[in-house]
């Protein structure tokens, strides 16, 4: 069966005995996930009011003692997490306190893998924060070390990627920039028969056109004044490997000649050379253009390219893989945190930011969208629970919503107002008005104070209480 990955979820016990829910907080440990456990729903509270918590499991008779109180207790837990209550069908106490916003209600004896399953189903369904969809998927499986993703597109995309590794022909890659050319390149050389060997990458668009046929074919002794030693080129050194050609459009028309005839004939020549040289490679090319069109602006050799064109493997950009946003965004927040030394659980892109991410076109696809998450995790705030817009923003630069899901003025709101979702409390709210109009003020306190019209000294001591800033 496929393996849960619980990592980076947090649970948070609530009441029920020290013996009860037990096999449930081993399993969840068991599967990479984080377990706390309080003994009365206040402690509860207070705790997912310092720690992000993702699933709150409750001893629902603890909560029915509280009487009135429930509601407003599952109110404030449902705002921060998942909340589950677990009943004692047999007593029939789940009636008593039929709570809106309570995710379910489970029977305490509950088989941990199934509630395991209800949390993944639930939490993965639009957070990146672990792979429930992904393990499924033997596709998606074998190609996660590498290469992420869990939109239908993508999986479309890369269906007949292990086969295309197994076979030994040429492959072309195309795909606007970021879309992730090169690791593709990378999994088809890793999963070939070639994996033993080297994997070997040249950006054609990168060599001056009067070097690049040396770097790829190498040159003898005396081919021209400098040649000093005889030199191998890439595709030599490449043997029983991969040789990865990048930016093949790029290629100047007569080397694309040459090209063609080593593709065909499998040996080439050096620079000054006479002697054709047997190899054994593996040519995989990327293009960022439409090679099509550059065979019919003359650009490109028609014959390279049916020759270059025998197995294909196209990568929508991310603006029509949605599915694939959040999960990249959470994935790469998580590598940033790690590597700045943060422990997990991090905090999760609230509802509001995923959306505002989903709707953003990333034009740099899955480089721009790692870029920005790195830089958000690098400035947010250490007792941020949850990544919201506000935290978002300052980084979108470069990158205008989609019109269609974000209206004009909605635009300039965020772009220069402050964005505080639905379910923001009001000391949460004043946090984040305070912060951003600092921010606003290029840190200046007596203008912010100015602007939110406050006194000096209640800024100060309003910052100093909140921990944002020193006062
Ligand atoms: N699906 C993915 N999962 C994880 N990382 C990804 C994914 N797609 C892209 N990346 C990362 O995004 C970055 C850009 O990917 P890559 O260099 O393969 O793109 P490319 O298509 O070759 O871009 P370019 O055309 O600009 O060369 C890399 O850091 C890569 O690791
Ligand atoms: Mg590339």
Same mark, same amino acid.
């Given at each position: 069966?496929?393996?849960?990955?619980?990592?980076?979820?947090?649970?948070?016990?609530?009441?029920?005995?020290?013996?009860?829910?037990?096999?449930?907080?081993?399993?969840?440990?068991?599967?990479?996930?984080?377990?706390?456990?309080?003994?009365?729903?206040?402690?509860?509270?207070?705790?997912?009011?310092?720690?992000?918590?993702?699933?709150?499991?409750?001893?629902?008779?603890?909560?029915?003692?509280?009487?009135?109180?429930? @509601?407003?207790?599952?109110?404030?837990?449902?705002?921060?997490?998942?909340?589950?209550?677990?009943?004692?069908?047999?007593?029939?106490?789940?009636?008593?306190?039929?709570?809106?916003?309570?995710?379910?209600?489970?029977?305490?004896?509950?088989?941990?893998?199934?509630?395991? @399953?209800?949390?993944?189903?639930?939490?993965? *369904?639009?957070?990146?924060?672990?792979?429930?969809?992904?393990?499924?998927?033997?596709?998606?499986?074998?190609? #996660?070390?590498?290469?992420?993703?869990?939109?239908?597109?993508?999986?479309?995309?890369?269906?007949?990627?292990?086969?295309?590794?197994?076979?030994?022909?040429?492959?072309?890659?195309?795909?606007?920039?970021?879309?992730?050319?090169?690791?593709?390149?990378?999994? $088809?050389?890793?999963?070939? *028969?070639?994996?033993?060997?080297?994997?070997?990458?040249?950006?054609?668009?990168?060599?001056?056109?009067?070097?690049?046929?040396?770097?790829?074919?190498?040159?003898?002794?005396?081919?021209?004044?400098?040649?000093? *030693?005889?030199?191998?080129?890439?595709?030599?050194?490449?043997?029983?490997?991969?040789?990865?050609?990048?930016?093949?459009?790029?290629?100047?028309?007569?080397?694309?000649?040459?090209?063609?005839?080593?593709?065909?004939?499998?040996?080439?020549?050096?620079?000054?050379?006479?002697?054709?040289?047997?190899?054994?490679?593996?040519?995989?090319?990327?293009?960022?253009?439409?090679? *099509?069109?550059?065979?019919?602006?003359?650009?490109?050799?028609?014959?390279?390219?049916? #020759?270059?064109?025998?197995?294909? $493997?196209?990568?929508?950009?991310?603006?029509?893989?949605?599915?694939?946003?959040?999960?990249?965004?959470?994935?790469?927040?998580?590598?940033?945190?790690?590597?700045?030394?943060?422990?997990?659980?991090?905090?999760?892109?609230?509802?509001?930011?995923?959306?505002?991410?989903?709707?953003?076109?990333?034009?740099?696809?899955?480089?721009?969208?790692?870029?920005?998450?790195?830089?958000?995790?690098?400035?947010?705030?250490?007792?941020?629970? @949850?990544?919201?817009?506000?935290?978002?923003?300052?980084?979108?630069?470069?990158?205008?919503?989609?019109?269609?899901?974000?209206?004009?003025?909605?635009?300039? %709101?965020?772009?220069?107002?402050?964005?505080?979702?639905?379910?923001?409390?009001?000391?949460?709210?004043?946090? $984040?008005?305070?912060?951003?109009?600092?921010?606003?003020?290029?840190?200046?306190?007596?203008?912010?104070?100015?602007? %939110?019209?406050?006194?000096?000294?209640?800024?100060?001591?309003?910052?100093?209480?909140?921990?944002?800033?020193?006062?």
């Amino acid at each position: 069966m496929a393996h849960p990955d619980l990592s980076g979820l947090s649970l948070l016990i609530a009441g029920g005995g020290p013996d009860a829910f037990t096999a449930v907080e081993e399993a969840f440990k068991e599967y990479g996930g984080a377990v706390f456990r309080v003994d009365v729903p206040g402690d509860a509270l207070k705790f997912v009011a310092h720690r992000a918590v993702d699933v709150v499991l409750a001893d629902a008779a603890l909560f029915a003692q509280f009487n009135r109180k429930t @509601q407003e207790l599952v109110d404030s837990l449902t705002r921060k997490a998942v909340v589950y209550l677990a009943t004692d069908s047999s007593k029939g106490d789940a009636a008593e306190i039929l709570a809106p916003g309570v995710e379910d209600y489970i029977n305490k004896q509950i088989d941990p893998m199934r509630f395991i @399953q209800m949390v993944e189903t639930r939490l993965i *369904k639009r957070q990146g924060g672990s792979t429930a969809l992904t393990v499924t998927d033997p596709l998606i499986n074998k190609l #996660r070390p590498y290469f992420l993703f869990r939109s239908p597109a993508m999986r479309a995309a890369l269906e007949n990627l292990p086969s295309v590794a197994a076979s030994n022909q040429t492959v072309l890659i195309s795909g606007e920039t970021g879309t992730g050319k090169e690791i593709v390149a990378r999994a $088809i050389h890793v999963l070939s *028969k070639r994996a033993g060997g080297p994997f070997m990458a040249v950006n054609c668009g990168a060599i001056p056109e009067g070097l690049i046929e040396g770097e790829l074919f190498g040159h003898e002794k005396g081919a021209f004044t400098g040649a000093a *030693k005889t030199r191998k080129g890439k595709f030599e050194a490449a043997s029983n490997g991969t040789l990865f050609l990048d930016e093949i459009g790029d290629m100047p028309l007569l080397l694309q000649v040459r090209l063609l005839r080593v593709l065909e004939e499998r040996h080439i020549y050096r620079v000054g050379g006479e002697r054709p040289i047997p190899i054994n490679v593996r040519v995989i090319a990327a293009t960022r253009v439409g090679l *099509k069109q550059a065979v019919a602006d003359g650009l490109f050799r028609e014959d390279l390219y049916y #020759r270059l064109n025998i197995l294909r $493997i196209h990568l929508p950009p991310l603006r029509q893989r949605v599915e694939d946003i959040p999960y990249l965004a959470f994935h790469f927040l998580g590598r940033a945190f790690a590597e700045m030394g943060v422990h997990p659980p991090y905090p999760p892109l609230s509802t509001a930011s995923i959306d505002l991410i989903e709707g953003l076109p990333w034009k740099g696809n899955v480089r721009e969208l790692r870029n920005v998450m790195t830089r958000v995790a690098t400035v947010l705030p250490h007792d941020t629970k @949850q990544v919201l817009p506000i935290h978002l923003t300052p980084h979108l630069e470069d990158t205008e919503p989609q019109p269609h899901i974000f209206q004009t003025h909605e635009r300039e %709101l965020i772009r220069d107002g402050i964005y505080i979702p639905i379910g923001t409390t009001l000391p949460e709210a004043e946090n $984040i008005i305070i912060r951003e109009t600092l921010k606003h003020a290029g840190n200046n306190r007596t203008q912010t104070a100015k602007i %939110l019209r406050i006194g000096i000294r209640t800024l100060r001591r309003k910052l100093s209480e909140t921990g944002q800033i020193d006062p």
